[in-house]
């Protein structure tokens, strides 16, 4: 059995991502998903807790039917890089191959001795920024992330949130 690893603060998770994902999954029997950052929250470039990413992530997972495939892992970030590879291995299940566009997560796992291949997305235009300011001005979100993920951003109130650190971001 062959495993993968993917790393990303998904803040939130988008199309991008997933088609990502979906296409590494085409290599790989089993996905490890990590959701970096994991303390980060509440801020304009991180204002999803870790448990609300995992939730997204694993209700896309479930609306493509690949939520067994896949293991959802929350890390915290080390601000020493010389350790961060360390700490997600010491997190995850065992894992053959890399999958990141990230120069640096590439040259880490690379000196660890890991295969590193680039991630391919069919949305390559999508990225995490966009989605947050389309849910700032309270835009749609069809074409920018799964049925499910919108579904939840709606259910937790993201545009509320995003206007309240905004907000008190400001006032600082």
């Given at each position: 059995?062959?495993r993968?690893?993917?790393?990303g603060?998904?803040q939130?998770?988008?199309?991008?991502?997933h088609?990502?994902?979906?296409?590494?999954?085409k290599?790989?029997?089993e996905?490890?998903i990590?959701?970096?950052?994991?303390?980060?929250s509440?801020?304009?470039?991180?204002?999803?807790?870790?448990g609300?990413?995992?939730?997204?992530?694993g209700?896309?997972m479930?609306?493509?039917?690949?939520?067994?495939k896949?293991?959802?892992?929350?890390?915290?970030?080390?601000?020493?890089?010389?350790?961060?590879a360390?700490r997600?291995?010491s997190?995850?299940?065992?894992?053959?191959?890399?999958?990141?566009?990230?120069?640096?997560?590439?040259?880490?796992?690379e000196?660890?001795?890991?295969?590193?291949?680039?991630l391919?997305?069919?949305?390559?235009?999508i990225?995490s920024t966009i989605?947050?300011?389309?849910?700032?001005?309270?835009?749609s979100l069809a074409?920018?992330?799964?049925?499910?993920?919108?579904?939840?951003?709606?259910?937790i109130?993201?545009?509320?949130?995003?206007?309240?650190?905004i907000?008190?971001e400001?006032?600082?």
């Amino acid at each position: 059995m062959k495993r993968g690893l993917l790393v990303g603060r998904f803040q939130p998770y988008h199309l991008g991502h997933h088609n990502a994902l979906l296409n590494a999954l085409k290599e790989v029997d089993e996905m490890v998903i990590v959701v970096g950052s994991a303390r980060e929250s509440f801020q304009e470039k991180n204002p999803f807790t870790a448990g609300e990413r995992i939730e997204m992530i694993g209700a896309a997972m479930q609306e493509e039917k690949i939520f067994g495939k896949c293991y959802i892992i929350a890390v915290d970030d080390v601000s020493e890089y010389a350790l961060w590879a360390q700490r997600i291995k010491s997190y995850c299940p065992k894992f053959d191959i890399v999958f990141t566009n990230n120069p640096l997560v590439k040259e880490l796992f690379e000196a660890d001795g890991y295969k590193v291949k680039k991630l391919v997305s069919n949305n390559g235009s999508i990225n995490s920024t966009i989605v947050r300011e389309k849910i700032l001005k309270g835009e749609s979100l069809a074409a920018l992330v799964p049925k499910s993920v919108e579904n939840f951003l709606k259910q937790i109130n993201a545009k509320k949130r995003i206007e309240s650190i905004i907000s008190d971001e400001i006032r600082q």
